[in-house]
């Protein structure tokens, strides 16, 4: 961080609740990305009558998910740093040095994050031994994510 501060770290518990709002915004989106893509497939060449082309279906189809979530997620946090569910739960994604992630942090700590949960979970859960409270894709993409303070409430 550049000021001499550090900035708190938020609780798994908050960062749950962050992924769970988020997973409700980006599953529309990654199911209208598959209707659009199965019904041009569809219409383009005819249904999938045999396995080969069915596997091929299943392979792109996790392709477009990968690729719709990249995207959702990077749009928001090169944009502000943060996503709908992360403003909700007062989180924010900052680089090391405390400003918002570039398009390379943002691509790089989704990849990352798959492997995190790819090797059941443990880098999620690294957060609650780490002093530093960052999961394994922090430090693989050079960001953190830090806890902001509660907004005054304006008086009538």
Known sequence: MTDST??????LLRRLAAMVYDTLLVLPLIMA????????????????????TAQL??????????VC????????????GQTLGMQAWRIKLV?????????RQGVM???????????????????????????????LSGTELILL???GRKKK
Request: contains cysteine.
């Open 33 to 52: 990305s598959v209707a659009l893509f199965m019904g041009a497939r569809t219409l383009l060449w005819g249904p999938a009558v045999d396995a080969t």
């Open 149 to 151: 303070p509660k907004r």
């Open 57 to 66: 279906n299943a392979n792109i189809v996790r392709l477009v998910a990968l």
């Open 109 to 139: 700590r989704c990849l990352a994050a798959v492997l995190s949960a790819a090797c059941l979970g443990l880098g999620y859960l690294w957060c609650l031994i780490d002093r530093n409270g960052r999961y394994w894709h922090d430090y």
């Open 69 to 80: 979530t990249t995207g959702f997620f990077c749009a928001f946090w090169v944009k502000s």
């Open 6 to 11: 550090p900035k708190p770290s938020p609780f």
């Open 95 to 103: 680089n090391f040095s405390g400003k918002t992630p570039n398009t």
